[in-house]
């Protein structure tokens, strides 16, 4: 604390507004800092103020209320709780939280494969481990040179705790709060996987966590052949169109009898085909929504072999059915209409495109990749993995029950 503060505390006579602000950096990057305040003098107006480098920065107004806050020498740290009223305010595309994002020198990437955080992808999941960093002063100090504030507070986002229409509650950790802290330090929770997709993967030099899932090639065959599996967060199969349709799928409106992993395709909205899978031997089900007996997958062409004039197309009513390619060993969603001849290449932070391939988390998702077998003897991508699954293969120790979903 300052000098300056010093004095007016003393004289127990504040003569000016007292102001809270907040940084809150988000995975790694050189420019991953949101700067925002809760409010001067009830007036939510933007306020200028210096960060902790000394720069004048924007501190965009949001509403907002820290609570829970509490200074002692013993017992347990506090675990305050920072709210936020009106989610849209963050989540919502043109909130000012977002346009902090899309100001053209945000860089925020998450985990080793550094993935980007972007306005357009970013989640209230996304904060989970940030720091953030509260300020205090006075409104009289805010032009000071150098700044003039109360002690700094830093906390780590450790858990969303209420989310609703109208709020988001966050609940804070010390940076140095160890109390409680157990090894192995994962809570046993159930539900999701505590690891990083692919975490642990060979083709890493730092391995995290127990997921050795590979980028491809992850399932051996006899003879060094190998295949590749791929899924969407959704724990829908992409499989290779030219695969697919080599297994010569019936018409929907053709369907008569079909055995387990027999596949339909559903011709009806043009440039959007959708293909089914068979869940059950003589299944006779029109009905290709029903869930029990039919699961709907993904198909991909490669984005090196297509023409330049093929267009990959965007599904307005359901951005799962939009286009799908592999590129770089890694499966791409389209998410703006585009030729290869516009040149738009997939690739980490490209606005028109994002990664398909991620694991939904669940128990589910880890065994459809560890314990995937094929319907035939195909190898490589035109593998088609069963919905029958090979039970002698063990997935990652640990993996389950997990606390997490990580992204």
Partial sequence: MSQELS??????????GFLEFFELEIGTGSDNILYFHAGKNENLQDIQYRDQNGAVKTYVALPLMMSGIEYKYDGPSPRPSL????VESIIKTSSKFKTEMADGTWDATAGDDALPITKDNFVLDDLIGSKLTRRRTLE???????????????????RIEEKTNMLVSFELSSAFDLDGIRIPSRAVVGKYCPWKYQGARSELS???GACVWKI????????????SVFATENDEPLLLKSAVDATSPVNKDNISSHNIDTFVVDTSSANFHRYYRSRVSS????????????????VYTTYSSDASDIVYRVFSGDTRRNSYVLHSNTIWRVLIENTKSDGATPSI????????????KLLGSCKMRYQAMG????????????INLDTSRSLPFGGFPGSKKFR
């Fill in 7 to 16: 004095v007016d505390i003393s004289k127990q006579a504040v003569d000016s």
């Fill in 83 to 86: 709210t936020i009223a009106n």
């Fill in 140 to 158: 009289k100090y805010l032009t000071s040179n150098p700044t003039i504030e109360f002690r700094r507070d830093v906390y780590i986002i450790d």
């Fill in 206 to 208: 730092d391995r995290r």
């Fill in 216 to 227: 491809k090639d992850q399932i051996p065959h006899s003879g060094g052949a190998t295949s």
């Fill in 283 to 298: 299944n006779t089900a029109t009905d290709l929504g029903d869930t029990t007996k039919w699961q709907e997958v993904r």
């Fill in 349 to 360: 932070g490209s606005a028109y495109w994002e990664k398909a391939d991620i694991c939904g």
């Fill in 375 to 386: 319907i035939n003897s195909n190898t490589a991508l035109n593998f088609i993995p069963s």
